[in-house]
């Protein structure tokens, strides 16, 4: 998963295999608040995202597992194109696994919501 931050950051979706044809990616819980269902509406979505963004950074800080789900604490650092406002935040992405392929990916602002949704809120 650790790569797959990596490549995101760039823009490159390449990593297919990781993730299941169907994947639903869900960014409900993210400003944008918006949803699709497949590879190319999660590479489409995402891109939309990142070409609001001059330099877009997502740093894995720790990962929690709970059976099917995978939580990773993230810091993001970000600056606007055009406007060069910068940005940071702790945010969260929750991975479904089933039959060891990502079926759904969940970006998530508040953390702590991440947590519960996963199973894993103290």
Known sequence: MRGVYECWARGDFSQGDVFDREIEFDMTEWPEGSRTRGLEGMRRMWLGVLSAW???RAEPREYLADGEHVVVLTHVRARGQGSGLEIEADTATMWTLE?????????????????EDAGLAP
Do not use: M, N, P
């Open 99 to 115: 039959d060891g392929r990502v079926i759904r990916l969940g970006l998530y602002w508040d953390t702590a919501k991440a947590l």
């Open 54 to 56: 001059e330099e877009f």
